[in-house]
C-alpha cells in the first residue's frame, strides 16, 4: 500500500486556496478577528448603536424569515401572525433608530480617522441600501396603508424616470426585492463593516488620540539618555 504524501512546496504556493487562506490571515488574523478584549472607551453610550444595529438585525432577520414562510394571510388573520408581525415592526423601527444615531455619532467623531474610509463608506452605504429594503416592506403589507404607499411611491419614482423598472404597485417584484435581494445585500455590507472595524479598530475619542502622541513622547523623553552639559566653566 502506498501512500500519498503532501504536494511539493511549489505545488502549494501556486494553489488559489492557499493564496486565499494566507491573504485572509495575513488581511485579518485571528487576535483582531476574534480579540480577547477592548478598549476602554468602548464602555461610552455613544459605541452602543452600532451593536444596538446588529441586535435588531438579527430580530428582523428572524421575524421577517417567519413571515415569509407563513404568508400574508397568517400575519393578517390570526394572533400569532399579529405577534410576528409587531416584532419584525418594532425591530425595523429600532434598527433604523440605531443605525441612524450610528451613523451621526460616527459622523462628528469622523470615524474614517486612521485609514478607516472604507468603514465609515460601507456603513453610510447600509445606511442608503436599507432604506429602499422598508420602502419595499412598507408595500409589501397586503392592507390599504401598503396600497396607499405603493401609490404614492409609485408617483415618486414615475417623476424620477424609474417607473418603468420599479413598479412599487407589483406585490410579487416588491416582495421580492424585500425578502431576498436588498436583505442580502443589507447582511453582507453589515458583515463587511463589522470585519472592517475588526481590522483597524473601534476609532478612538479626540481626546485620546491627542493624548496618546503626548504620552508617547513624554516616555521617550524619560526612558531617553539624560541630556549632557556642555556649559563651560568660569
Do not use: C
Amino acid at each position: 500500500m502506498s501512500s500519498v504524501g503532501p504536494p511539493p512546496a511549489t505545488a502549494r504556493s501556486k494553489s488559489w486556496t492557499v493564496k486565499v487562506r494566507e491573504g485572509g490571515v495575513a488581511a485579518l488574523p485571528p487576535e483582531k478577528l476574534l480579540p480577547d478584549g477592548q478598549p476602554t472607551y468602548v464602555a461610552s453610550w455613544i459605541y452602543v448603536f452600532g451593536v444596538a444595529s446588529i441586535a435588531s438585525l438579527i430580530v428582523i432577520i428572524g421575524s421577517g424569515s417567519i413571515l415569509a414562510l407563513k404568508g400574508p394571510a397568517w400575519w393578517h388573520d390570526t394572533g400569532v401572525g399579529h405577534f410576528f408581525n409587531s416584532i419584525h415592526l418594532w425591530s425595523v423601527e429600532l434598527f433604523f433608530f440605531a443605525m441612524v444615531v450610528h451613523l451621526w455619532g460616527k459622523y462628528w467623531m469622523a470615524a474614517w480617522r486612521g485609514g478607516r474610509g472604507r468603514v465609515w463608506v460601507t456603513g453610510a452605504v447600509t445606511f442608503l441600501v436599507a432604506i429602499p429594503a422598508a420602502l419595499t416592506g412598507y408595500v409589501s403589507q397586503q392592507n390599504f396603508d401598503a396600497q396607499w404607499i405603493a401609490t404614492q411611491a409609485k408617483d415618486a419614482m414615475n417623476s424620477v424616470g424609474a417607473g418603468a423598472f420599479f413598479n412599487l404597485t407589483n406585490f410579487g417584484q416588491m416582495y421580492s426585492y424585500h425578502v431576498l435581494l436588498l436583505p442580502v445585500a443589507v447582511v453582507l455590507l453589515v458583515g463587511a463593516h463589522v470585519l472592517l472595524v475588526r481590522r483597524h479598530g473601534v476609532v478612538p475619542p479626540f481626546e485620546l488620540e491627542k493624548k496618546l502622541p503626548a504620552a508617547a513622547s513624554a516616555g521617550a523623553e524619560t526612558d531617553g539618555p539624560p541630556p549632557s552639559s556642555t556649559g563651560a566653566t568660569s
